[in-house]
C-alpha cells in the first residue's frame, strides 16, 4: 500500500518533471531571447523546487533537507541572475527588439560609448 507522503512525493515529481520539460521544450522553440529567457527559468526553478520538496517527503530525514535547501537557494539565485546577464548582452548586442519593450531605461546606455579605462 502507498503511504499518503509517497503518493504526495509521486505527484510532486511529476508535476516537477514536466515542468522541466516544458522548460526545455520552450528553451528550443521559442524565437527570440527574452522568451527563451523566461522558458529557462521560470519552470524550470518552480520544477527543481516541486522535486527538492518531494525528495524531502519521501526520505523523511533532516540531513537530505539540509543538503536540498542549500541546492534550492542557490538554484533561486543563479538562475534570475544569469538570466538578467544574457538578456542586458542581447540588449547590447541588438538581439532584443526594441519594438517588443514598453520602457527600454538602458537605451541611454546603449547610445552612449563605454567609458575610457585607465
Known amino acids: 500500500m502507498i503511504d499518503v507522503l ?11 518533471s514536466l515542468l522541466c520539460l516544458t522548460a526545455a521544450i520552450g528553451l528550443v522553440r521559442f524565437n527570440d531571447v527574452a522568451s ?4 529557462a527559468t521560470k519552470p524550470q526553478i518552480l520544477g527543481l523546487l516541486l522535486i527538492c520538496i518531494a ?6 530525514s533532516w540531513p537530505v533537507v539540509a543538503f536540498l535547501v542549500p541546492v534550492m537557494l ?3 539565485a543563479t538562475a534570475p541572475l ?3 546577464m544574457i538578456a542586458r548582452q542581447a ?5 532584443i527588439d526594441d519594438r517588443d519593450l514598453l520602457v527600454d531605461e538602458l537605451a541611454e546606455q546603449k547610445q552612449t560609448p563605454p567609458a575610457a579605462g585607465g
Open 6 to 16: 509517497d503518493l504526495i512525493a509521486l505527484v510532486l515529481i511529476l508535476a516537477g
Open 36 to 39: 527563451r529567457l523566461h522558458a
Open 55 to 60: 525528495i524531502a517527503l519521501a526520505l523523511e
Open 74 to 76: 542557490l538554484q533561486m
Open 82 to 84: 544569469s538570466a538578467h
Open 91 to 95: 540588449h547590447r548586442n541588438g538581439t
